[in-house]
């Protein structure tokens, strides 16, 4: 369903990705791991759609169309959908208005009807259910007063809403403990089935123990370094990052 | 001294005294002033960056329209062009106006020749030629009609373009309208249902014809004619407007409102209203503005007087959409308008609810003098400028009475190139002891070629008194418009959640179909402005 050849994205000048390639099939979960600064949050914006990124070189595919020409929005209503590593609070903006507004949007992306009140509410009644997320948190503001923990929780939540079909997780297991991890990690795997596919960005291999990948690329300085399968995730565990530096003759 | 019992210089004229020494001497104030909030903090390196993202949807975005700019086309029947006491004397001519009122325009007339047009707002206005304004011009046969068969069809097609029939039977249930266009009101709905609980209302004209004694007696009582430039040069001509009084003990069944609308060219529209709730009584009274699409600029000089008796409430909501000009500031309306409410009786209030969307250039500040004891003043503002628009507008709450309290709550919105300023005085007299204010100024910022200012004047002449202000400053950040992109919200949807969650305290306080409609149009006045 996703297609990247040597995708190179910088800002103001600056390369940041040079050279990813990556081919994504339906139902396949996918990591890519790396340490800070390599260009992971980099990737999944270019690929949602982030303006502020300038695509220099390179093609991405998302069943079968420049997925480069089309609007954010327009992605996100392809079943696109990007966890982000720093959830954004929007003061004044209810969950429940922001959710509404974004899945009627998918609907009519699909044709649909706008959802009547009561099915909505019924809707986010089942999927808070799902990713045990506290209704006092749909009640608030988008992310505004939420604790890191809660605004991943709340992600995941927006994910089960919006049902996509390629859903990017940008570090949504950081600054979890391990029961939010699990229940994270459960969300996103009852969400899974043999038609959609993830990316999972990830620095750790904990989150690979519940979420398993069928492939793992490791990104560094801009490149993919290495992809291999979820054996990979638990050798870089074990022998770190330097280890790939060492490979790279870079020590 | 003035019936009310101060001069005029002294507190109802708009002098606004020393702005607030924002480090408070007095020990009961407390300021919390400009806690900047913005939801940008997580990537500063890209700050720049942003700036520039910025721009790019700004530009690209296409323009929001004006849908009120059309001109009917109607033979008006206007006198000639300019101001003098001949002119002033033919207006009150044309309306058969009794001698007080001949009296009250020409000393108003002679007031302000000896006035000079105030320039400490913020504003840039251009020279304003007194002499090239058409002062009176009515629709031809607009005399007043009985009955909604006698309007000509051309009229009513006019407001009901506008959304505001006039036929009672088509019209939003529980809404009695008075329509104004130029000079004159057109028609006034419901008068009679109204009549049976002694509740009159109907258009200035009239009022002053069929009941002199109440015009005598309150007219020009909350609003001096020498209160101000624009209030003076009111005083002197003003054509038309809507008056109200609710007799002792009755809530009125039903929404009052006024429509005006300017539709000939060259014209000024400088209308007057005056609303009176006698004690224990209750009004919710609407206004809404519009006109059309012209190049040239026109004035609107308006004046709205409120008395409020003992227990009596008055609630005066304003849905200011005049022509703001076109995306190059060419053309739109001057909007200076001189509102102001008087708590006369013990336990009264009066709140204004405001969403200013329109207009080149707006000067106003709706005020409440609270005399009463425990009387009660609110004013809840939303005040939208884009484009090359201009605002400076506020409130000032004057406190003469004990255990006073007042409310301020401002929500400006500025886009574009347009400026957006906050004026707001606090007075706590002497006498007023125990009294309270609070204050909350809110400014957000749509894009950086924009501006937002915020001017508290706070004079407290009592150690029991406390007055509070508080004021915040936050933008739209491009993060948190991809944050709505990414979820399948379009920019412009993005915005106007963003904007509707943040000026819903204020909408809320309209009445329900307003508040829809101020809805649609605060979407569509800030098409094509995001950032
Ligand atoms: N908005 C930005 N402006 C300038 N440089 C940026 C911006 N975002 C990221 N970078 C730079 O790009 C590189 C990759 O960052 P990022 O994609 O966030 O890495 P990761 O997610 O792998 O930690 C870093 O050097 C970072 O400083
Ligand atoms: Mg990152």
Redesign the pocket.
């Known amino acids: 369903m996703l297609t990247i050849k040597n995708l190179k994205a910088g800002i103001n000048g600056k390369e940041i990705l040079k050279g990813i390639d990556i081919f994504v099939k339906e139902g396949e979960v996918h990591a890519i791991m790396g340490p800070?600064g390599s260009g992971?949050?980099t990737l999944?914006a270019v690929l949602a759609g982030r303006e502020l990124f300038k695509v220099t070189e390179g093609e991405v595919s998302y069943f079968g169309k420049n997925l480069l020409e089309m609007k954010p929005e327009n992605r996100a209503r392809a079943g696109i959908f990007l966890g982000f590593?720093y959830p954004i609070e929007i003061p004044g903006v209810s969950m429940v208005n922001f959710m509404r507004a974004a899945v009627n949007e998918h609907r009519k992306f699909r044709g649909l009807n706008p959802l009547s009140s009561s099915d909505f509410l019924k809707l986010m009644r089942e999927k808070k259910e799902l990713v045990e997320i506290d209704s006092k948190l749909t009640n608030r503001s988008v992310n505004e007063g939420f604790s890191g923990g809660e605004k991943k929780k709340n992600e995941i939540f927006q994910m089960a809403m919006l049902e996509p079909k390629l859903a990017i997780l940008?570090?949504t297991d950081s600054g979890l403990d391990i029961d939010a991890l699990r229940v994270v990690a459960n969300g996103v795997n009852k969400l899974k089935t043999k038609e959609n596919s993830t990316i999972v960005?990830t620095h750790y291999q904990r989150l690979l123990d519940y979420i398993v990948p069928d492939f793992v690329h490791v990104l560094y300085k801009g490149r993919i370094v290495k992809s291999a399968g979820k054996e990979l995730a638990f050798e870089l565990e074990e022998k770190g990052y330097d280890w790939i530096k060492k490979e790279l003759g870079e020590e | 001294m003035h019936p009310l019992g101060f001069t005029c210089g002294e507190i109802a004229s708009l002098s606004w005294g020393k702005q607030i020494d924002l480090l408070g001497k007095n020990h009961k104030i407390k300021i919390k002033k400009n806690k900047i909030k913005t939801a940008s903090k997580q990537v500063p390196e890209s700050a720049i960056d942003m700036e520039n993202e910025n721009d790019n949807i700004i530009n690209e975005v296409t323009q929001g329209e004006y849908k009120y700019g059309f001109v009917t086309d109607i033979e008006s029947d206007s006198i000639p062009k300019g101001i003098n006491e001949d002119i002033v004397r033919l207006i009150s001519e044309k309306k058969n106006e009794p001698a007080f009122m001949l009296d009250f325009r020409l000393k108003a007339y002679r007031k302000w020749l000896t006035m000079e047009m105030p320039r400490w707002a913020h504003l840039k206005i251009p020279e304003i030629n007194y002499h090239d304004i058409i002062y009176y011009s009515i629709p031809r046969q607009a005399a007043k009609y009985k009955s909604i068969d006698e309007v000509d069809p051309v009229l009513k097609d006019t407001f009901n373009k506008l959304g505001i029939p006039l036929e009672e039977q088509k019209h939003l249930a529980g809404v009695a309208v008075d329509a104004v266009m130029d000079s004159i009101s057109v028609k006034t709905t419901f008068k009679e249902t109204l009549a049976e609980s002694g509740i009159i209302f109907c258009s200035m004209s009239e009022a002053i014809k069929e009941h002199p004694d109440l015009i005598k007696k309150y007219l020009g009582s909350v609003v001096p004619y020498g209160d101000n430039y624009f209030a003076a040069l009111n005083s002197a001509v003003f054509s038309d407007g809507s008056f109200v009084y609710i007799p002792k003990g009755i809530r009125c069944p039903m929404e009052l409102s006024t429509y005006f609308r300017i539709n000939a060219a060259n014209t000024g529209q400088f209308e007057r209203t005056l609303i009176i709730a006698d004690d224990e009584s209750y009004v919710s009274y609407l206004e809404g503005c519009t006109a059309p699409r012209r190049d040239e600029n026109q004035l609107h000089a308006a004046v709205v007087e409120i008395i409020a008796l003992e227990h009596a409430e008055v609630k005066y909501s304003t849905v200011q959409n005049w022509y703001p000009g076109d995306k190059n500031g060419k053309g739109g309306i001057y909007n200076f308008v001189t509102k102001r409410g008087i708590c006369k009786g013990d336990n009264s209030k009066i709140s204004w609810t405001q969403v200013e969307t329109g207009s080149a250039i707006t000067w106003k500040y709706p005020g409440c003098i609270l005399k009463g004891n425990n009387s009660t003043g609110e004013f809840f503002s939303v005040a939208v400028t884009n484009n090359y628009q201009q605002a400076d507008t506020g409130t000032k709450m004057i406190h003469l009475g004990a255990n006073t309290k007042s409310r301020i709550l401002s929500k400006g919105i500025s886009a574009g190139r347009s400026n957006n300023s906050y004026r707001g005085l606090v007075k706590m007299t002497k006498n007023a002891e125990n009294s309270r204010n609070f204050s909350q100024c809110d400014s957000l910022l749509l894009g950086d070629k924009c501006g937002a200012h915020t001017f508290p004047y706070i004079d407290v002449q009592n150690k029991t008194s406390i007055v509070e202000h508080e004021a915040t400053t936050s933008k739209i950040g491009e993060d948190q418009i991809f944050y709505c992109n990414q979820r399948g919200i379009s920019t412009e949807d993005a915005v106007g959640l963003i904007v509707n969650g943040y000026v819903k305290e204020v909408i809320n306080r309209l009445p329900m179909e307003f508040a829809v409609e101020a809805q649609k149009l605060l979407q569509i006045s800030l098409e094509g402005s995001v950032g």
Do not use: G, L, T
């Open positions: 800070n992971k949050s999944a590593q940008d570090e960005i």
